[in-house]
């Protein structure tokens, strides 16, 4: 999968095609708007990731001059927190919006998502190794022994269990989860998280539910190298 | 082109000088007129009547012009007199008119009484001079009558109004004169507190907010003005300071995060160390980076909420589910701290949905932070006519009376030894009490021994339309 990353603050630029790059993505750069525009003209990219400040033509210009030709997903990234700043860029044909400073997992996420073509299929049963969820019923089993979980922390394993491989966020994590789409000071999601694994893992050697620290948590096998 | 204060006041003082002394001089005039004229009248008569009492004497019309003498003489001496005496049948015996005025034939009631005259009669002579007469009828010794008449030009009279026009018109316009420079003078001198004010104000920057205006100097008038002022100036001030003090506690805060980040990567770099010591360096980076990145927002959302635009998405929903909802969002962490959470009422609200939750996580955060081990921290809703009112409150230490007035201030921690901590930028509850006052509401924070509540209070609404707010 080939994405485009038009972003003039050349740390910034180099990190993100490093990250994207080791995400198994092929990356190109360009470090201001008329260079990726021209770039994003003449090639099929799947994604581009644009920044909104930029020289010589700026972020909004860009979109709207690729919208004549191209209808390529476009993220835009910006340091102004302005409503219409983001109702500017949807309107004008950006896909989603990510306010910097972001996780890369959250950016990393919202790449998944736009590149996820068509809708998600709701899956009736998960497992991992000797875990198995039921999703119709809600029942959790580990090397079949039944697992009680209260409703919010099925969602929690569910949502884990959905992105397995995926570092997920505290943010996105309170999002999904609880519907609270703003960050507190406080540990809500890191508790929620210590206590499912106290049903799901602590008797178990095999642990599923892993901490990348500083970035989030992650469902899988092995743990994240 | 606008006028000044100064000259309108001048202006407006000089047309009521001249309105008013013109009415004077109107009024004086025709008064002066009418007693001049009047007093030339009642000489005029006192004269026929003379004449009459001095002809009434005499046998006959023939004595009459005997004495001619004796009736001229009455006129001596006022060249200005003319006199006529005839005969009923109009045979003129005296004519006397050394000024050529020209008597007329004027019209003599009949000898009813003692004091009988004629009505005073006026023309002219000469074109413009106006002359007065008046007439009697006489009847002489031997019976026959006889008709008096006497005339008067009234020259002098006229001469002497036309004089008196003349110094009220030179009256009038230089007291206006007068009027208007002194009025002038006058005002500009009481308008110079104004002047001072104005400078003084000059002279206020936003450096040197602590000056005030001299309110002693100014007349009672503009007290209150000056009062103002130096009220709008300590709110400025207080603002200011706040503005100072919050970038200076900003600031502060940043540098801790900043400085552990710099520190911990120096020392990482000082030797060569493992793979795990360098990813501990950059996950506890990371951990830096977000608590910067969460005070910014934190900020950024201080200073977007107080701006006019600021775009409330306002919907009406029940607060009590949303308080379930939060209590439930914080059930891990009341569990873990032994804390229970009880929910209680309802109340329908028309506000933003996700700052709600905000204003209330940040309050029930706070409430777990100071709850003891064991207790119960209580969340209420609850719905009067004035509006709804959600309380939460927590059992512990409580807060001083003195620092009460302050937890909504940004920074402000109430626990020192806490002030850096993770857990607590010091901005939640600024941020609860901006987003309640955004919804035209009140914050407001209560605490006993032993007790701390805090209630927020959203205004009653009417079909979707807040009543009494923004």
């Known amino acids: 999968m080939r994405l485009l990353v038009i972003e003039d603050e050349r740390k910034t630029a180099e990190y993100l095609q490093r990250g994207l790059e080791e995400s198994g993505y092929t990356v190109d750069v360009a470090n201001n708007g008329v260079d990726g525009l021209h770039l994003a003209v003449e090639n099929d990219y799947e994604l581009i990731v644009l920044d909104v400040m930029l020289p010589r033509l700026d972020g909004w210009g860009v979109v709207k001059q690729l919208r004549n030709t191209k209808e390529t997903p ?129 008797a178990h050697a095999l642990k599923l539910i892993h901490t990348v620290r500083g970035m989030g948590y992650v469902f899988d096998i092995n743990e994240p190298n | 082109m606008r006028l000044s204060l100064s000259a309108r006041l001048a202006l407006i003082f000089s047309l009521i000088t001249v309105l008013s002394l013109s009415l004077a001089g109107v009024v004086l005039f025709n008064a002066l007129t009418h007693q001049l004229l009047g007093q030339g009248d009642l000489n005029l008569e006192l004269k026929v009547r003379h004449l009459r009492q001095l002809a009434e004497e005499l046998d006959s019309a023939a004595a009459i012009r005997d004495h001619q003498v004796r009736f ?39 000898v009813a009484g003692r004091a009988a005259t004629g009505p005073v009669q006026q023309w002219t002579t000469g074109g413009t001079i106006p002359v007065h007469g008046v007439a009697s009828m006489a009847t002489l010794r031997d019976g026959s009558g006889l008709k008096i008449s ?113 520190v911990a990567s120096e020392v ?133 009376a003195a620092d009460l007035g302050k937890v909504f201030d940004r920074f402000y921690r109430g626990d020192e030894a806490r002030s850096n901590s993770d857990a607590s930028n010091g901005l939640g509850l600024a941020i609860v009490k901006t987003i309640v006052e955004i919804h035209g509401g009140t914050a407001l924070a209560r605490s006993d021994v032993g007790t701390t509540a805090f209630e927020l209070r959203f205004p009653a609404f009417r079909d979707g339309v807040a009543a009494g707010s923004s």
């Open chain 1, 74 to 202: 476009v993220l835009f990234l910006t340091a102004r927190d302005d409503v219409e700043d983001r109702v500017k860029g949807l309107e004008l044909g950006g896909d989603d919006y990510l306010l910097k400073p972001f996780a890369f997992v959250e950016l990393l996420a919202r790449v998944r998502t736009l590149l996820r073509r068509g809708p998600v299929r709701d899956v009736e049963h998960l497992s991992l190794g000797d875990l198995e969820i039921d999703v119709i019923r809600r029942r959790v089993r580990r090397a079949g022994q039944r697992i009680e979980l209260t409703p919010r922390e099925f969602a929690l394993l569910y949502l884990l269990a959905t992105r397995r491989g995926e570092v997920l966020s505290r943010t996105q994590i309170a999002s999904y989860v609880w519907d609270m789409n703003f960050d507190s000071d406080t540990n809500v999601v890191e508790v929620a998280i210590r206590r499912l694994r106290a049903k799901i893992d602590d």
């Open chain 2, 72 to 110: 001229v003489a009455l006129a001596l001496g006022d060249p200005d007199l003319a006199l006529r005496i005839e005969t009923a049948g109009g045979t003129v015996l005296i004519d006397h008119d050394p000024s050529h005025i020209g008597m007329i034939a004027l019209a003599a009631t009949p």
């Open chain 2, 150 to 262: 006497a005339a008067r030009s009234m020259s002098d009279e006229a001469q002497l109004l036309n004089n008196y026009r003349d110094i009220i018109f030179a009256t009038v316009a230089s007291t206006t004169l007068i009027a208007v420079v002194l009025c002038y003078l006058f005002v500009r001198h009481a308008l110079v507190p104004l002047r001072t004010i104005a400078a003084s104000a000059q002279s206020i920057t936003a450096e040197r907010l602590d000056s005030r205006i001299d309110v002693s100097g100014a007349p009672l008038e503009l007290h209150d003005l000056v009062q103002s002022l130096n009220a709008m100036l300590r709110r400025l001030q207080h603002g200011f300071d706040r503005l100072w003090q919050f970038t200076v506690d900003l600031a502060h805060d940043l540098r801790t995060p900043i400085g552990n980040m710099r």
């Open chain 2, 268 to 400: 990482a770099l000082t030797r060569t160390r493992s793979a795990t010591d360098y990813r501990a360096l950059l996950a506890s980076n990371i951990e830096e980076c977000d608590r910067v990145g969460r005070m910014i927002e934190s900020v950024l959302f201080l200073a977007r909420a107080e701006s006019p635009q600021f775009a409330l998405r306002r919907a009406e929903f029940d607060a009590g589910e949303e308080l379930q909802r939060i209590a439930e969002y914080f059930e891990g962490i009341s569990a873990e701290s032994g804390v229970h959470v009880r929910v209680s009422g309802r109340a329908q609200i028309y506000a933003d949905r996700e700052l709600f939750r905000r204003a209330v996580s940040n309050l029930l955060a706070n409430a777990l932070r100071h709850t003891p081990r064991d207790a119960t921290v209580l969340m209420a809703a609850s719905e009067s006519a004035q509006g709804a009112s959600i309380s939460v409150q927590n059992p512990g230490e409580g807060i001083a």
